[in-house]
C-alpha cells in the first residue's frame, strides 16, 4: 500500500494555570467549558493524522477528495489548538496598561494603549470567532486581523501576541449575548508579563 510520507506523534493538552480559576468576570464554570473544547481540537488533530497514516495512494483519483478534507480539517483542528493555547496562557493577569517592550510596540503602531484596545475589541466585535494582534516580520510591525474560524485569514510570517476568542462558547455562559462586556473582561485579565515574555523569546525589537 502506498501511503503519505510523514511521521506526526500525538500531542496531549497542556493543563490549564491555576489563574484562570479565578478571572475577574469570566467563572469558573466558563473556563472549564471552553477547556472541553480546546481538548477535543487536541483530539481531533491526532485522529486525522492517525487517518492521513492510512490514506492508500493507489486507490485512485478519488483518494484526492478524501485528502483534501482531512487536511482542511487538519487545519481546523490545529488552529483551534494553537489559538486556543495562547488564549488561556495569556489570560489570568491584573490587565491594565502594560509595560515593557509591548507597550513600546503599541505605541509606535497604533498611538496609544487605548487606540490598540479599541481597534482590537472592534475586530473582535466584526469578527465570527477570533482577533489578533500579532506581529507582521515583513512590514515590522504589529496589526490587529480578523478570523472568522481556527483557519481562515492567515497571515504568512506573522507571530500572534494577543488571541481573542470571540465565538459564543467563550462568553455566552457569563454574559449571553454581550460580547462587548466579555470582550472588556478579557482586557482585565490578560497577563502583560506573558506577552513581553513572547515579545522577549522571538526576538521582537521596536
Same mark, same amino acid.
Given at each position: 500500500?502506498?501511503?503519505?510520507?510523514?511521521?506526526?506523534?500525538?500531542?496531549?493538552?497542556?493543563?490549564?494555570?491555576?489563574?484562570?480559576?479565578?478571572?475577574?468576570?469570566?467563572?469558573?464554570?466558563?473556563?472549564?467549558?471552553? /477547556?472541553?473544547?480546546?481538548?477535543?481540537?487536541?483530539?481531533?488533530?491526532?485522529?486525522? +493524522?492517525?487517518? +492521513? !497514516?492510512?490514506? $492508500?495512494? !493507489?486507490?485512485?483519483? #478519488?483518494? /484526492?477528495?478524501? &485528502?483534501?478534507?482531512?487536511?482542511?480539517?487538519?487545519?481546523?483542528? &490545529?488552529?483551534?489548538?494553537?489559538?486556543?493555547? &495562547?488564549?488561556?496562557?495569556?489570560?489570568?493577569?491584573?490587565?491594565?496598561?502594560?509595560?515593557?517592550?509591548?507597550?513600546?510596540?503599541?505605541?509606535? $503602531?497604533?498611538?496609544?494603549?487605548?487606540?490598540? !484596545?479599541? @481597534? +482590537?475589541?472592534?475586530?473582535?466585535?466584526?469578527?465570527?470567532?477570533?482577533?489578533?494582534?500579532?506581529?507582521?516580520?515583513?512590514?515590522?510591525?504589529?496589526? =490587529?486581523?480578523?478570523? $472568522?474560524? #481556527? =483557519?481562515?485569514?492567515?497571515?504568512? =510570517?506573522?507571530?500572534?501576541?494577543?488571541?481573542?476568542?470571540?465565538?459564543?462558547?467563550? /462568553?455566552?455562559? @457569563?454574559? #449571553?449575548?454581550?460580547?462587548?462586556?466579555?470582550? @472588556?473582561?478579557?482586557?482585565? =485579565?490578560?497577563?502583560? !508579563?506573558?506577552?513581553?515574555?513572547?515579545?522577549?523569546? /522571538?526576538?521582537?525589537?521596536?
Amino acid at each position: 500500500m502506498a501511503t503519505l510520507v510523514f511521521n506526526a506523534e500525538e500531542i496531549a493538552p497542556r493543563e490549564l494555570k491555576p489563574e484562570l480559576y479565578e478571572l475577574e468576570g469570566i467563572s469558573r464554570e466558563a473556563v472549564e467549558a471552553h /477547556y472541553k473544547l480546546y481538548e477535543g481540537y487536541v483530539a481531533k488533530r491526532n485522529e486525522i +493524522l492517525a487517518k +492521513l !497514516a492510512e490514506v $492508500d495512494l !493507489a486507490a485512485g483519483n #478519488q483518494v /484526492y477528495s478524501e &485528502i483534501r478534507a482531512l487536511k482542511v480539517d487538519l487545519t481546523f483542528a &490545529i488552529g483551534g489548538v494553537k489559538n486556543h493555547e &495562547i488564549y488561556f496562557e495569556h489570560l489570568g493577569g491584573e490587565g491594565g496598561d502594560p509595560g515593557g517592550p509591548i507597550l513600546d510596540l503599541i505605541e509606535r $503602531d497604533f498611538g496609544s494603549i487605548e487606540d490598540w !484596545a479599541r @481597534d +482590537l475589541k472592534a475586530s473582535g466585535m466584526s469578527g465570527r470567532g477570533w482577533a489578533w494582534t500579532a506581529y507582521d516580520w515583513d512590514e515590522g510591525r504589529l496589526f =490587529n486581523y480578523v478570523g $472568522d474560524t #481556527q =483557519n481562515t485569514f492567515p497571515i504568512w =510570517n506573522a507571530t500572534p501576541l494577543v488571541a481573542l476568542d470571540v465565538y459564543e462558547h467563550a /462568553y455566552f455562559l @457569563d454574559f #449571553q449575548t454581550d460580547r462587548g462586556s466579555y470582550i @472588556d473582561a478579557f482586557f482585565a =485579565n490578560l497577563d502583560w !508579563a506573558v506577552v513581553n515574555d513572547w515579545v522577549s523569546r /522571538y526576538q521582537i525589537t521596536v
